[in-house]
């Protein structure tokens, strides 16, 4: 199984208002760059859609080390809450309901299909590569904004 490292991040100018997506795909020695973006979006929603955009672009099952600076992606996988939420018909421990269902049960089935570790580190704090995707959001939503 191919070991890939992906860097993702979600940005958003208002919340909801336009918003980008960037990851950064590192397989081999070599880079590929992925972004997009909504014209009304939050930003967990397009911290969400680049995990799945950038595993969506895995031709085969890998294994993956995914750095992200969202702690709702990261607490939400890593602590199995998303699971729970599922198990409950999409609602959270205090019963409200779970957000963002649309992209988790886009989510869930690419995390069977790969090996998924989730890394988080902190937003805006130097990581090159969360500073690159970063920028790719933030490039995309201005972009939208014209």
Known sequence: MKTVEIFTDGACSGNPG????????RFAGKEK???G?????TNNRMELTAVIK????????????LTTDSKYVCDAINQRWVYGWRANGWRKADKKPALNVDLWEELL??????EVEF???KGHAGHPENER????AVAYYLNLKK
Not at 56 to 64: G, I, M
Not at 109 to 114: A, D, Q, R, S
Not at 133 to 136: N, V
């Open 18 to 25: 336009p918003g980008g997506w960037g990851a950064v795909l």
């Open 33 to 35: 760059e992925l972004s």
């Open 37 to 41: 973006g909504e014209k009304e979006t």
């Open 54 to 65: 950038a595993l969506s672009a895995l031709k085969e099952p890998c294994k993956v080390m």
């Open 109 to 114: 089935p690419l995390l069977e299909t790969h």
């Open 119 to 121: 890394l988080w580190v």
């Open 133 to 136: 995707c970063d920028a790719l």
